[in-house]
């Protein structure tokens, strides 16, 4: 069964680093999420991405955020300097044309 | 603003038994549809079930059932005969549209599953 690949599962990094974090979607997939989830806390949405842009980012998706689709299978979320704050668990997620989002396994992202 | 509400924290069920984990979601679409997501310790978010607004009948997979109320809003998850590898945060989730002919899932706080053997 076709599933959503992120990569690395656990990320450690110094407060002001540049990370990647990628995924891998379902091919044929169309819209690409990342959500984040602060430890004991819920889901967030962070940005949606289809036709090769954003289509919506929320409150949390600043200026140190961003999203590429650099080839034809990634989808990466880059924090240019990541803050104690960061640390969280993001999920990567993708949909076709149905109503179902498909999540990776996540990615820990701790933020030293 | 569209919410999602689990008022359970945590709920506990013995190993056999059955267990009904509440959300409550607020919206004034009249189709859409209500997820409930499955996160062991591994942390994998595992699509449980969906339910579809426009259907009168309950989702059923398996062990797992929805109550589904729309008039009240209500979207409760039923385990039977409940496993230990049921333990698990428990996510309702509802997608909000938004532009593209995307949605962004919206979800409560989950509820934490113990199963007792």
């Known amino acids: 069964e076709p599933e959503v690949t992120q990569t690395p599962s656990h990320q450690v990094t110094q407060m002001g680093q540049e990370v990647i974090l990628r995924c891998v979607p379902i091919s044929n997939h169309l819209y690409f999420y990342w959500y984040r989830q602060i430890l004991g806390q819920k889901v967030e949405f962070l940005v949606s991405?289809?036709?090769?842009?954003?289509?919506?980012k929320s409150e949390i998706f600043d200026d140190q955020f961003s999203v590429e689709r650099p080839d034809g299978s990634n989808f990466t979320l880059k924090i240019r300097s990541t803050k104690l704050e960061d640390s969280a668990m993001y999920f990567c997620a993708s949909k076709g044309g149905g109503y179902i989002q498909y999540f990776g396994a996540g990615t820990r992202l701790s933020v030293l | 603003a569209q919410t999602v509400t689990q008022s359970q924290p945590e709920m506990s069920v013995q190993e056999a038994e059955t267990v009904t984990l509440s959300c409550t979601y607020d919206?004034?679409?009249?189709?859409?549809?209500l997820f409930w997501y499955k996160q062991p310790p591994s942390r994998q978010m595992i699509l449980v079930i969906r339910q579809e607004a426009y259907k009168q009948q309950n989702a059923t997979e398996n062990r797992f059932s929805v109550n589904f109320q729309k008039a009240a809003k209500s979207f409760s998850l039923k385990i039977s005969d409940s496993q230990l590898g049921d333990a698990a945060m428990y996510f309702c989730a509802y997608p909000l549209y938004i532009q593209g002919g995307s949605e962004k899932l919206v979800f409560g706080k989950g509820t934490k599953l113990t199963v007792n053997p």
């Open positions: 991405f289809y036709n090769n842009e954003i289509s919506e």
């Open positions: 919206t004034s679409e009249s189709d859409y549809y």
